[in-house]
């Protein structure tokens, strides 16, 4: 079972992601997916036809493609051009999703917040827990923001919060998901909440520095990128896919 996410894509009038995004559709149309994961932050600054653009390319796909809104998407605008890709489970308030595909089921919970940059998992951890009750195949979880601090300041103060109650929530259900793939942080990293592994995935525009512990802002020498993650056996491997600054092979 193979499971791509891309995430970050912040498609504005200039076009750079958006060159970026159609690689990275070409390339996973030659590598067949069995369903597609986007963890939100399409497009930068409600740009409508942005939206209509990033839906055109997710379109090429021969797979299901499932959605999340970032704290950067314009939620109204997201739901409208991009009905004919994704699906929620409703048709207003937050955008969540559940879908089952080869017996792995799939949760996407929308942790955006109206008005705030911060996410927040709290008020949602009901129709998580319902969400969940019935479910005994392996199952991985998506969010925008990581559950936990990263390390980057910047990033940290708009984050999710309540990542311990939605540690409490997951440690009462029959069984942990395979992990907890986010977004949000322009880069690959990788982390646990308790014992569930927590990765994000890179952006499709430029990666953020590395911030650790007050360091200088070096030049960021990484590339765009997205993940690959394939469920076998009941184990979960991510491979990280680069993107090049030209057309030339991933």
């Known amino acids: 079972m193979l499971v791509a996410q891309i995430s970050d894509i912040h498609a504005r009038p200039d076009l750079s992601s958006l060159r970026s995004l159609e690689r990275a559709i070409g390339w996973l149309g030659t590598f067949h997916p069995d369903v597609l994961v986007v963890t939100g932050d399409l497009v930068d600054d409600g740009w409508r036809h942005g939206y209509r653009l ?61 008005g705030r940059s911060y996410g927040d998992v709290l008020p949602h951890l009901p129709w998580l827990v319902s969400a969940l009750a019935d479910v005994t195949t392996l199952a991985l979880l998506f969010m925008h923001q990581p559950p936990f601090r990263i390390g980057i300041e910047a990033l940290d103060q708009v984050g999710c919060r309540n990542g311990n109650a939605l540690l409490s929530t ?43 512990e007050s360091r200088a802002d070096l030049p960021v020498i990484d590339g765009p990128s997205f993940l690959v993650h394939e469920v076998s056996d009941g184990r979960l491997v991510s491979h990280v896919v680069s993107i090049p600054a030209s057309d030339r092979s991933a």
């Open 54 to 114: 990033v839906a055109e390319s997710l379109r090429s796909l021969d797979c299901p493609v499932h959605l999340l809104p970032g704290n950067g998407d314009d939620l109204q605008l997201m739901r409208s051009e991009l009905a004919a890709v994704g699906t929620w489970i409703n048709a207003t308030g937050p955008m969540h999703f559940r879908t089952a595909v080869d017996g792995l089921t799939l949760f996407g919970v929308d942790v955006t917040v109206a």
């Open 170 to 212: 997951l440690e009462t259900m029959y069984s942990l998901p395979l992990a907890i793939l986010c977004g949000h942080v322009h880069r690959p990293a990788f982390g646990r909440l308790g014992t569930i592994p927590v990765q994000t995935c890179g952006s499709l525009c430029p990666p953020n520095p590395l911030l650790l």
